[in-house]
T-cell receptor, first 113, second 112 residues
Framework: DTEVTQTPKHLVMGMTNKKSLKCEQH?????MYWYKQKAKKPPELMFV???????INESVPSRFSPECPNSSLLNLHLHALQPEDSALYLC????????????FGPGTRLTVT | GESVGLHLPTLSVQEGDNSIINCAYS??????FIWYKQESGKGPQFIIDIRSNMDKRQGQRVTVLLNKTVKHLSLQIAATQPGDSAVYFCAENIWGSYIPTFGRGTSLIVHP
């Protein structure tokens, strides 16, 4: 199984809502990533987890809160988002914290109203 | 600022032609490069990579060329097919980093 799954596929939320994005992989990968991608732009790294510990936070606002409950799951908790946070949120995983191939999920299309 | 960029944002080709997608990078400390393909509604997919101690690497129908002198990277796709239509991103890893920095992206459109 070389698949990274993400739920939900689409999400519309108001600025006062709290929601969570979920990502799952069963490849035994120990590094997991959250990226944000705006339309017609490259993915921008948000967070990196390595062996279930947060190793990189690219100065992401605190309204985005990542969580790695176990080695297969990665969540992104959302609270008090702004309309400019509307984007495609991509999850990826790789074997370890090295130059291993990253496997991306299909993303969650988030719209903040 | 962004250190990896592309010369052509959109490339249109006929089915069966060879495609060449170019990428310029500015960080001379970059020592590892990756090409990704992103189809509509999907996440990026690894295509091929190359390390800075190489100047050419071939895969199935794809070839990546690296010219460190002019900091230029290209992806050649042979006998382009409609299924190759996608956005292609080059990405670089600076020496010591395992996190790729993505370039701007080129949209490849293949006409049947």
């Amino acid at each position: 199984d070389t698949e990274v799954t993400q739920t939900p596929k689409h999400l519309v939320m108001g600025m006062t809502n709290k929601k969570s994005l979920k990502c799952e992989q069963h490849m035994g990968h120990r590094a997991m990533y959250w990226y944000k991608q705006k339309a017609k732009k490259p993915p921008e790294l948000m967070f990196v987890y390595s062996y279930e510990k947060l190793s990189i936070n690219e100065s992401v606002p605190s309204r985005f809160s990542p969580e790695c409950p176990n080695s297969s799951l990665l969540n992104l908790h959302l609270h008090a988002l702004q309309p400019e946070d509307s984007a495609l949120y991509l999850c990826a995983s790789s074997q370890g914290q090295g130059r291993d191939e990253q496997y991306f999920g299909p993303g969650t299309r988030l719209t903040v109203t | 600022g962004e250190s990896v960029g592309l010369h052509l944002p959109t490339l249109s080709v006929q089915e069966g032609d060879n495609s060449i997608i170019n990428c310029a990078y500015s960080n001379s400390a970059s020592d590892y490069f990756i090409w990704y393909k992103q189809e509509s509604g999907k996440g990026p997919q690894f295509i091929i990579d190359i390390r800075s101690n190489m100047d050419k690497r071939q895969g199935q129908r794809v070839t990546v060329l690296l010219n460190k002198t002019v900091k230029h990277l290209s992806l050649q796709i042979a006998a382009t097919q409609p299924g190759d239509s996608a956005v292609y991103f080059c990405a670089e890893n600076i020496w010591g980093s395992y996190i790729p920095t993505f370039g701007r992206g080129t949209s490849l459109i293949v006409h049947p």
